[in-house]
Each structure stands twice: as structure tokens, then as C-alpha cells.
């Protein structure tokens, strides 16, 4: 890409340089670093097209409020993105991160979550079934016989898992109370920085959910069985004014639908490599990532606890 041109449009002064490759890789896009006469940005490339649905208004009001997040670039003219050599892009502020770690400081979760939910702005179309739909007993039954008959070496692990699956999904409920939330709290998007803080990346999946759910899925991922850290956090989201309780298995429901998705998804790259997962180990890798620790029904019954 035109570096000269991306740093134009955007207003970011001077380019000095763009990294030779792409220096982050996640499920939707690569990131890009460019170096300007301002500083330096990350530019993010989507695998598929894209436009601006709102959620860098989302991420801009949340920075506003304090959510420690890189800070939205828009066009001169205001747009979120630009085409450049043919490829849409879109270019946030750059900031030093660390690897992805769920064991980060939970009081520094819990503080960000509660920042991040007491931002309310005008909540744009209806939830999403990634969060909100069972995958399904067929689903699952024929994603394990493909498996099988293709020879993955993790069909034994998700067949055994499958029956805990289904059940699981009998726990979902739709969510009761919407607004705009992130939708994709993960150790990977919240990712500690060379300060000793953390910081939230990948706002584009944020939409319509139940901010109680939200929280759930943060306790799940940074706090597992840990009954210490599931109080460091909780504690810490109320006291920093966080809205939501866990109170009802229901409340799992969009943990429960989207690691469904998330392993289903994995399954079929596996099947199917594609840019989201380019190979099988990349699949292999991804659906790992719920078959190594699965979130079954003890496991979340404890966190409720």
C-alpha cells in the first residue's frame, strides 16, 4: 500500500515508513504499523468489506469515558474509512501491547468493564445470532462426522465434548437488557501495555448486548476457576459503578453462544482453511483454545456461585 497516500488521507503528516508485512493478525483483518512525521499508527486491513457500522463512534465515546483504548483516525472529511491502492482501511493511534494474558490484574479489568458498560449511545439493529443462537445438536453431529471421516486430530476431543455442548445451549436465554456493548472481550483484544495497564482493541464487533452477559464472558476468561480473581473483579466492576450483576445461569448466554460459534467456526476453517484460519494448524490452534480449557456447566455453575 501507499503509505504517502494512507498518511494523506488521514491526515497523520509526513510517512517515513510502513512495516514491510503485517504485524498483527486476527480472525477479521491484519494490522499494519506506519510511521509518520506525527507518530506512529496502526492500520488495519479487514479480510472482507467493511463499513462504518457505528462502532468507532462506540470506541470514540468510550475513550471519552476513560476506557483505556487506541484512539479512532478518521479521514479529513470524517469518514472512519478510506481506499487506498484498493483496499479499504482504516487507521487507529498506535500503542505498545503486550501478549495475551488471562491471568492480567482483575481490579484492572473490572475498572475498564465497568467504564466501557456505563457508556450508553443509540443502540444500532437487532443482536446478532453469534451471540444470542444455539449452534444445535445437528450442527454438532455433523461437524464431528466430517471431522472424523477427514481425519482432524481433535474430532475424539469434540465428539466428547459434544453432549456438554448441547446442553449448555439449553441454558440460553435472550438478553434482557440491550446497549451497546464490545462483544468481544477476550484475553486477545485485552491485552496488557509496556505501562502496567491494559487496554481494549478490536471494537468492531461491538453492538446490541446484555452488559450482564458481557461480564460474564470477562469473568469466564479472566478468572476461569479462580474464586480469588471472580471477587477481585466483581468487586472491582461495582465499585468502579458497573451496572450488571450475574444473578441466573442465563446471564452465560452469550458466552455460551459464542464460543459455540467460535468452535464451530474453528471446525469449519479446519475443514475449509480460508483467511481467517489459512491452514489446518491455524484451526487447530484456534479450536484448542475451547477444547484445552472447555467452559462446561460445573465450570460456569462455580463462577454464578
Not at 107 to 119: D, I, K, M, P
Not at 146 to 159: C, D, I, M
Request: proline fraction near 7%; glycine fraction near 8%; charged fraction near 25%.
Amino acid at each position: 500500500m501507499d503509505a504517502s497516500a494512507i498518511a494523506r488521507l488521514f491526515g497523520l503528516g509526513a510517512a517515513t515508513r510502513l512495516s514491510d508485512g503485517p504485524v498483527a493478525r486476527g480472525k477479521q483483518g491484519v494490522v499494519w504499523r506506519l510511521d509518520t512525521a506525527d507518530g506512529r499508527w496502526a492500520v488495519k486491513v479487514p479480510f472482507h468489506p467493511a463499513d462504518d457500522d457505528g462502532s468507532a463512534a462506540f470506541q470514540e465515546a468510550a475513550c471519552a469515558a476513560g476506557v483505556p483504548a487506541p484512539r479512532v483516525r478518521r479521514t479529513a472529511d470524517g469518514q472512519v474509512f478510506a481506499t487506498v491502492d484498493g483496499v479499504r482501511v482504516r487507521v487507529y493511534e498506535w500503542v505498545d501491547l503486550g501478549a495475551p494474558d488471562p491471568n492480567l490484574d482483575p481490579e484492572l479489568v473490572g475498572t475498564a468493564l465497568a467504564a466501557l458498560h456505563r457508556v450508553r449511545i443509540d443502540t444500532a439493529g437487532p443482536v446478532h445470532p453469534w451471540y444470542t443462537e444455539p449452534v444445535g445438536p445437528h450442527r454438532w453431529d455433523e461437524l464431528v462426522a466430517s471431522l472424523r471421516r477427514e481425519g482432524a486430530p481433535f474430532a475424539g476431543r469434540l465428539a466428547a465434548l459434544r453432549d456438554e455442548l448441547v446442553a449448555l445451549e439449553s441454558w440460553i436465554e435472550p438478553p434482557a437488557n440491550l446497549q451497546t456493548c464490545h462483544r468481544d472481550l477476550w484475553a486477545d483484544n485485552v491485552l496488557p501495555t509496556a505501562d502496567g495497564g491494559i487496554c481494549v482493541i478490536d471494537w468492531e464487533n461491538s453492538g446490541a448486548a446484555d452488559p450482564a452477559q458481557e461480564l460474564a464472558c470477562a469473568l469466564f476468561e479472566f478468572a476461569r476457576h479462580d474464586r480469588g480473581r471472580v471477587r477481585a473483579l466483581t468487586a472491582a466492576y461495582r465499585s468502579a459503578g458497573g451496572p450488571a450483576t450475574l444473578s441466573r445461569r442465563g446471564d452465560f448466554s452469550m458466552l455460551i453462544a459464542q464460543l459455540g460459534h467460535i468452535t464451530e467456526a474453528a471446525a469449519s476453517d479446519w475443514l475449509n482453511p480460508g483467511p481467517r484460519s489459512p491452514d489446518r494448524a491455524a484451526a487447530t490452534a484456534w479450536i484448542s483454545e475451547v477444547l484445552d480449557d472447555p467452559h462446561s456447566r460445573a465450570r460456569l455453575a462455580l463462577l454464578l456461585e
